[in-house]
């Protein structure tokens, strides 16, 4: 991952201000609330209102500056309010919305593009709530409801495992989404050529987080290192089904994390260029900028429609719920990364500038890519699932249901 920031450094010294928060209908549309839940209606209400308040651009800002501790109050309110149960069962304290529910929170963190260790920690706990045993995840998954506990993840499930033997783990953990004061992680482990995981508390003494510079700063990055830890509890995985949900789970956040950022700085776009003005004209009133914001809408619902039927497949529990989170993520990702460029280049020389909004999501989306795996790996693993149906007799109009 820090190569990564390499490659991407000249992204990582843009910069921009913020044109006034969009409203929730323009954020949430059709596609991101199911009508008939009146709950998930109230509940988008107020995480819109909460984050429109507490994460304004201006806060957004000074965190970015070092000037607040913006993620840990923005954690203590989702604490008050609920949000971090958002997703798990009422058997462990949460509200029991599922991934739609948690649709609607990632969208709203990513509009307002959020600080905090949101994304790894409720992935995780919605992971531990239906991969280990009930004695476990009451354990952890109570914990993080409550806002006791944040989890570390990998930032790609499915990668390099670390070694344990004798019930202990020695060695560096591959790349964790990861908060400076997270306390758990789960790390993939090889348990004496058993594949699975393991709940490693990170800060103990014999396993230390040693964070990775990243150029987004609303994230945190890094590795664990563990000198012959016990894991506080180990998850079996020989068939894959963890990792797999896992990788589900994270790929969901990321692209509904992702929409919800393309479609706020395109409404911050499409404001400014209303306002600015060049030779006597609104900058919207010219065509061929039309065009270009035109072309904005375009891939973010193309995105948002990919991210439906993901949502949809995850609700449902059903087969093609891996393969529709897969190219849910690539499609989410890549759009935000488009728009978010191309908004720097619709706001002119400012959309540079440290002080306007652009650099903030360019730098998130630059991130966004990279979380869950590479987008290429994951069309592959989508078409690897659809061949496997295929053969396996399932039409792909029953597969993709």
């Given at each position: 991952m820090s190569g990564i920031a390499c490659s991407f450094g000249h992204y990582a010294r843009a910069g921009t201000r913020a044109v006034p928060t969009s409203q929730r209908s323009e954020?949430?549309?059709?596609?991101?609330?199911?009508?008939?839940?009146?709950?998930?209606?109230?509940?988008?209400?107020?995480?819109?209102?909460?984050l429109t308040t507490v994460c304004d651009r201006r806060s957004v800002h000074a965190y970015f500056d070092g000037g607040n501790d913006l993620d840990l109050t923005l954690w203590d309110r989702a604490t008050e309010?609920?949000?971090?149960?958002?997703?798990?069962?009422?058997?462990?304290?949460?509200?029991?919305?599922?991934?739609?529910?948690?649709?609607?929170?990632?969208?709203?963190?990513?509009?307002?593009v959020s600080p905090g260790p949101f994304c790894s920690t409720l992935v995780g706990a919605q992971w531990l709530s239906e991969c280990t045993a009930l004695d476990v995840a009451k354990q952890f998954v109570s914990a993080v409801v409550a806002g006791t506990l944040s989890l570390g993840i990998p930032v790609a499930p499915g990668g390099v495992s670390m070694k344990m033997q004798g019930g202990r783990i020695t060695g560096e953990s591959e790349t964790l989404l990861i908060h400076p004061r997270t306390r758990l992680s789960i790390l993939p482990?090889?348990?004496?050529?058993?594949?699975?995981?393991?709940?490693v508390p990170v800060?103990?003494?014999?396993?230390?987080?040693?964070?990775?510079?990243?150029?987004?700063?609303?994230?945190s990055i890094?590795?664990?290192?563990?000198?012959?830890?016990?894991?506080?509890?180990?998850?079996?995985?020989?068939?894959?089904r963890a990792v797999d949900l896992l990788r589900c789970y994270l790929a969901l956040?990321?692209?509904?994390?992702?929409?919800?950022?393309?479609?706020?700085?395109?409404?911050?776009?499409?404001?400014?260029?209303?306002?600015?003005?060049?030779?006597?004209?609104?900058?919207?009133?010219l065509q061929a900028l039309k065009h270009r914001a035109a072309d904005l809408y375009v891939a973010i619902v193309k995105a948002e429609q990919v991210l439906?039927?993901?949502?949809?497949?995850?609700?449902?529990?059903v087969a093609s719920a891996g393969m529709w989170a897969a190219l849910a993520k690539a499609a989410a990702s890549e759009a935000y990364l488009s728009v978010a460029d191309d908004c720097m280049q619709l706001h002119g020389g400012v959309g540079f500038t440290w002080e306007f909004d652009c650099h903030i999501y360019l730098k998130r989306a630059l991130l966004n890519r990279q979380?869950?795996?590479?987008?290429r790996a994951l069309r592959d693993l989508a078409a690897g699932q659809l061949t496997e149906a295929t053969l396996a007799g399932i039409t792909t109009a029953e597969f993709a249901a």
């Open positions: 954020l949430f549309g059709n596609q991101n609330v199911t009508p008939c839940n009146e709950d998930l209606v109230t509940f988008s209400e107020n995480i819109c209102e909460v309010l609920g949000w971090l149960g958002i997703g798990v069962s009422e058997e462990f304290g949460g509200l029991g919305l599922g991934p739609r529910g948690l649709d609607v929170l990632f969208r709203s963190l990513g509009q307002n482990v090889n348990n004496e050529g058993e594949a699975g995981f393991a709940l800060g103990a003494g014999d396993a230390d987080l040693a964070r990775i510079e990243l150029w987004d700063r609303t994230n890094g590795r664990v290192k563990c000198r012959n830890v016990a894991p506080a509890a180990v998850i079996p995985d020989p068939r894959g956040a990321v692209a509904s994390d992702s929409v919800g950022g393309a479609r706020a700085i395109a409404d911050q776009t499409v404001a400014y260029l209303k306002l600015r003005e060049q030779f006597g004209r609104p900058l919207a009133s439906e039927c993901a949502i949809d497949a995850a609700d449902g529990d979380l869950a795996g590479d987008n």
